[in-house]
């Protein structure tokens, strides 16, 4: 008995000391990791709108209609005096678990751009998605997130047939379009109400 | 000193984890896609290994024999932690493109076999020098697999597009396949050196 309890007690020190210099660390990297993750959201937005200005968070306007794909984060691009677009930062399950992209969709209903911000995948196989070196249509130097931008919400959106699948990893390439797609439908939904009555949303001082 | 040296040379050649004691495989295997991968990977195993490998050894006279695992894991748990949020603050690239392999490091049998059967019988001096031969052994051997399956398979070399334009990747090398087959190459690799290392000893001592 005084055997297991010692046992118990030297376990118990070191637990505690790692998770004391474990706390040490987190404190110290948090602020960054946050930086970080802040810097490569606005990189995006900005890289998918180029002529943005600010940015207004309408993420409790957007509804995903599909129970797996959530909608992190949704803002309404502005440009010098009106709106250019609807962003949606929407997560959803792929191929090695969650993956995160940022949708800009246009007031045209098209897809003005899409970025991977998170993707477990295989590196060399799914994560080429994320790849800026990989190309699905390689004359062109088109990536797997890049062939979307353009791309009107009416298309079929069907890999392997309007998208063009990444080798070997058809379960990932399915999600991600799954997951842009939602994302580009609830937004253009969304903005159909707003552009109908453009004048009052936007003068209307947010 | 000699012991010392020949400690350090085990990990790089005699007993290189990968080639020679085979462990730690399926994460070596799976990140080896990129050169970049392998450096990122190797350099976290190696700083996991050495801090790991030095704290148990440093306590190795107060950690009781019947708990020695359980705390083993946490020590080498919380180094794992520290890496993985330290890549994430600062290299969040490279983060991003390994995955859950860096987590995994805790489950990897190269530290917890080092730890078990080197750093808790050993003093200070000779477990630094086993874990950074060990760690160094893991490296090249992770950036060699990269360079060939990176070079024959994507055409690149850390990114950078080395082989001609027209020259097109087969795509056998980054799948797992051509893992295995560079792998197996260099093992056969490693064992000639070993045996060419062991005879020109034997000779210098006939001399």
């Known amino acids: 008995m005084k055997g297991i309890a010692k046992l118990g007690l030297v376990l118990a020190i070191f637990a505690a000391a790692a998770c004391a210099s474990l706390a040490v660390v987190y404190a110290i990297t948090k602020p960054q990791i946050e930086a970080q993750d802040q810097i490569a959201l606005t990189a995006s937005l900005k890289e998918i709108f180029p002529e943005a200005v600010n940015f207004e968070d309408v993420t409790d306007k957007l509804v995903s209609k599909d129970a797996n794909i959530k909608f992190l984060n949704a803002v309404l691009v502005k440009g010098e005096n009106a709106p250019i677009g609807v962003a949606v930062k929407a997560a959803g399950p792929s191929y090695g678990g969650q993956a995160t992209l940022l949708v800009g969709i246009t007031l045209q209903r098209s897809i003005a751009g899409v970025r991977v911000l998170e993707l477990k995948d295989t590196p060399g196989l799914g994560a080429n998605a994320n790849n800026p070196g990989y190309f699905v249509k390689k004359a062109e130097k088109v990536t797997f997130p890049g062939q979307f ?58 | ?156 070399f850390a990114g950078i597009q080395v082989m001609p334009g027209n020259f097109q990747p087969i795509l056998f090398f980054i799948l797992p396949p051509g893992g295995f087959l560079v792998f197996g190459l260099l093992t056969s690799f490693n064992i000639w050196l070993k045996n060419r290392m062991a005879k020109s000893e034997k000779a210098k001592e006939r001399a």
């Open chain 1, 149 to 206: 931008t353009g791309k009107y919400l009416t298309d079929a959106f069907a890999v392997k047939e309007d998208v063009i699948a990444i080798t070997a990893s058809t379960i990932t390439s399915k999600s991600l379009t799954k997951i842009i797609k939602t994302a580009g439908d609830s937004a253009a939904e969304w903005l159909e109400t707003v552009t109908a009555d453009t004048s009052a949303e936007t003068t209307g001082g947010k």
């Open chain 2, 1 to 156: 000193m000699k012991s010392l040296w020949k400690t350090f040379k085990q990990g790089i050649i005699y007993e290189n984890p990968l080639l020679m004691l085979m462990i730690g495989l399926c994460s070596a295997l799976a990140v080896t896609s990129s050169v970049s991968n392998g450096i990122g990977m190797g350099l976290a195993m190696t700083f996991v290994l050495l801090f790991s490998e030095i704290v148990i050894s440093l306590f190795r006279k107060v950690i009781p024999n019947s708990a020695r695992i359980p705390i083993f894991i946490i020590i080498i748990a919380a180094f794992t932690t520290m890496v993985d949020l330290v890549m994430k603050a600062y290299f969040p690239e490279l983060s991003k493109s390994m995955g859950v392999f860096i987590p995994l490091i805790v489950v990897n049998c190269i530290i917890m076999g080092r730890v078990e059967a080197f750093a808790s019988k050993q003093s200070f001096l000779p477990v630094v020098f086993d874990s950074l031969g060990m760690g160094i052994g893991y490296t090249w051997v992770l950036v060699a697999i990269a360079a060939f399956r990176e070079i024959l398979g994507n055409g690149t």
